[in-house]
């Protein structure tokens, strides 16, 4: 069965994707988190709140290693999932429709801080038996955000980064900010 937990940053994810591992971990289910090698400078996966997990960390594309790693558990958790290739949907795909009874729970990103679909997270949302989608509280208004509003200027989507990088915004607020930013950009153009 796959699950997926996805929404913006800052909304408590991975401590989702966590209770739910160590659920099986006390029942002795064999239960394995991976997280791709986009960012490596820790095999823990931690949460804001201190929760800590071993993760092991495999390649965007490398099918075999994750066909390895499933084979040898029963459950199966994805952090980051939206870095992960075609490879790790295509996989998932192929296990969940033969009827394995393998779970998988991947946890990522629905969107970019741009508000585009995120990687393979729309096809597993698509596939899933189950989607959990979970929303950060707007820091300008309070209410659900929507995206994870980046407050620096990136230029690709991929920018691994935290508070200091991203805010949760509505999309209200979101649209207010990104006027902001913009009026900012033609000012500094014009001095
Ligand atoms: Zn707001």
Redo the contacts with the bound molecule.
């Keep these: 069965m796959l699950e997926v937990i996805t929404g913006g940053m800052f909304a408590g994810k991975t401590e989702e994707l966590l209770r739910r591992l160590e659920r099986h971990r006390i029942a002795r289910r064999r239960v394995a988190l991976i997280k791709p090698d986009l960012d490596t400078r820790t095999t823990k996966v931690r949460t804001h709140n201190g929760k800590e997990f071993d993760s092991i960390t495999v390649g965007r594309k490398d099918r075999a290693a994750l066909e390895e790693i499933i084979n040898e558990n029963d459950v199966i958790g994805f952090d980051e999932a939206e870095f992960f290739s075609d490879e790790l949907y295509r996989l998932l795909k192929e296990l969940e429709q033969s009827g394995t009874e393998k779970i998988f729970i991947a946890c990522g990103l629905d969107m970019d801080s741009e508000g585009e679909p995120f990687g393979i997270m729309p096809a597993l949302m698509a596939i899933a038996s189950d989607v959990t989608k979970l929303h950060a509280v ?6 659900p ?1 929507n995206i994870s509003f980046s407050v620096v200027d990136k230029k690709e989507q991929i920018l691994v980064g935290g508070k200091d990088m991203y805010k949760a ?6 649209a207010i900010e990104k006027r902001k930013k913009k009026e900012q950009s033609e000012q500094s153009f014009t001095v």
């Design positions: 707007c820091e300008n208004c309070f209410v955000a915004l509505c999309w209200r607020c979101a």
